[in-house]
């Protein structure tokens, strides 16, 4: 079984950049198409972006579509986030996604990360 950790979150100003980090555990790691998801107090968790198992495709929500990049490295376990040109919109607590399917959608995970919040200021 695989097991996500986030790592990454934090304060930034808006217009800043924020780089997130999903580390997993377990060796079906390249089994799984990646996700982040995020969700905002009081609202649904919505998707951000995926990515396939080899990492040579990739689909991200229109809302972030030229400021984020998603990224694998399946030797390190390992899928990134990487966050520019941040808007206050952007705060929320984001979660890595572990999929056997694609596309990877909230109910196709099979596997969630605990979470880790960003918060960007004005």
């Known amino acids: 079984q695989v097991q996500l950790v986030e790592s990454g979150g934090g304060l930034v100003q808006a217009g800043g950049s924020l780089r997130l980090s999903c580390a997993a555990s377990?060796?079906?790691?390249?089994?799984?198409?990646m996700g982040w998801f995020r969700q905002a107090p009081g609202k649904e968790r919505d998707f951000v972006a995926a990515?396939?198992?080899?990492?040579?495709?990739?689909y991200y929500a229109d809302s972030v579509k030229g400021r984020f990049t998603i990224s694998r490295g399946n030797a390190k376990n390992t899928v990134d986030l990487q966050m520019n040109s941040l808007k206050p919109e952007d705060t929320a607590v984001y979660y890595c996604?572990?999929?056997?399917?694609?596309?990877?959608?909230?109910?196709?995970?099979?596997?969630w990360g605990q979470g880790t919040q960003v918060t960007v200021s004005s």
């Open positions: 996604a572990g999929a056997l399917s694609w596309p990877v959608r909230s109910d196709t995970v099979r596997i």
């Open positions: 377990g060796r079906t790691f390249n089994n799984y198409a």
């Open positions: 990515i396939t198992t080899t990492g040579v495709s990739t």
